[in-house]
Each structure stands twice: as C-alpha cells, then as structure tokens.
C-alpha cells in the first residue's frame, strides 16, 4: 500500500515538474505556435503583399477588403515585437513585393520600453532590408487604444505610451529610408489620444468600420 502511494506521489511530481517545464520552455502562446507554423508552410512570391503584426492585423480578411488574393495575411494575435523577429525568415525568403508591419502594443502591455518596443522593430526592419532588400516596407503607427473599456486594462492602460512609440517611429522610418503611414490621429476620439468608440467594442481591437477606416488609409499604398 506504501509502495503505490510512493509511486503515485512520484508519477505525480513528474508529472507536475514537466508541465511547469514545458510552460517555461514555450516563449509565446499555443495559438502563436500554430499560426507561425502555418505559415512556415504557406509560400510568399515576389507579387506577394504581405500584412504583418498582432491580432490586430490578424482580424481582418486583407484579400477580401483589397479585392486582392495577392495580399496575405500573416498576423497572429498576441504578437510581439520578438515573436515577428523570430518568425520573419519563411516571409523574408519570398522577397514579397510589400511589408505592411503594424506592432508593438502588446509589448507595451507587459511594461517593455518605449526605446526596447522601437529597437525591435528597427531589427525587424534591418533584416527585411538585409534579406529582401527589394521589399517595399511601409512601418504604420501603432494604434490608439481607449481605457474606457472593462478588456484589455494593461494595453488601455499604456494609452500614454503610444504616441511616444509613433515619434520614435516617425524618426526609424526616415532613417531607414521607408514609407511611415499614421493611422494614429485617424483613429482617435476628440481627446486625441485614444481610440474612437465608433471603432471598437473593446479599447483595443477593431470593429468593421475600423477595417474600412483603415482600407480606406492603405488603399493608395496597397494599389500602387
């Protein structure tokens, strides 16, 4: 009786010591995982326009607002600045003929720097640069979020943080030498500094007239 409640006891601590290492090894979430593998499967061309961030790009259906099958969404919710630097190799490799690269907010939830959010997304650049330098990268602004809400109370509450981002933004993009779209102030409520209501149910993520909002700012650089 000793002897199997011995064993139970071990089999349990086992059990528990590889879940908890198995939640450490893991860097990002299942959901991640999964799309960044599909995409490691998913080919990108020379004629592709590639969409890529967080779940906020991961939201739309870019084919369909651009009438377009050459425009390829490779958003996962939940991403950040690393997760994009460590799976930007498959889309890199297609030397696609656009980049739109919208990140950062989900950094900013979990108390990463203004200057740490914006010196990955310059890696990011310099490696698209270095590797497809033929790409043409158009860096938007981060959206506005709206703390107003009951959701997301850490990335709403970093709302302050985002137009610090877009200034050093604004500065990458010319040093760089690279197409910056604000989306910003076009999303904003009369404060000018948070996410329009219209937009949004959560402070955070879009509604379709935000979609449309943002087809409507794109549509110059996506068409031509």
Known sequence: MKTGVINLLIFLTVFAWGKTTLAQERK???Y?????????????????????GNSITDGAEW????????????????????????RLDPIVKGTPAKIFLLIGINDASRGISVDSIVGNIRLII?????????????????LPVNDAFDNYKKHA????MVPE???KLVVLASE????????????????GAKLNPAYTNDG????????????????HYVNN
């Open 165 to 167: 981002i877009n200034k």
């Open 176 to 191: 760089k030498r690279i197409s910056y779209i604000d989306l910003f102030s076009h999303f904003t409520d009369e404060s």
């Open 157 to 160: 509450s970093r709302w302050m």
């Open 204 to 219: 955070l993520h879009l509604m379709g007239e935000g979609y449309l909002k943002w087809k409507e700012l794109l549509e």
């Open 126 to 142: 310099e490696q698209i640069q270095r590797e497809s330098p033929k790409t043409r990268l158009y860096l938007q602004s981060v």
């Open 63 to 86: 084919a369909e607002l651009f009438d377009n099958p050459r425009v390829k969404n490779r958003g996962i919710s939940g991403d950040v600045t690393s997760g994009i630097l460590n």
């Open 28 to 30: 990002y979430s299942v």
């Open 32 to 52: 991640w995982e999964r799309r960044a593998s599909l995409f490691e499967n998913l080919p990108t061309s020379k004629k592709d326009i590639i969409f890529l």
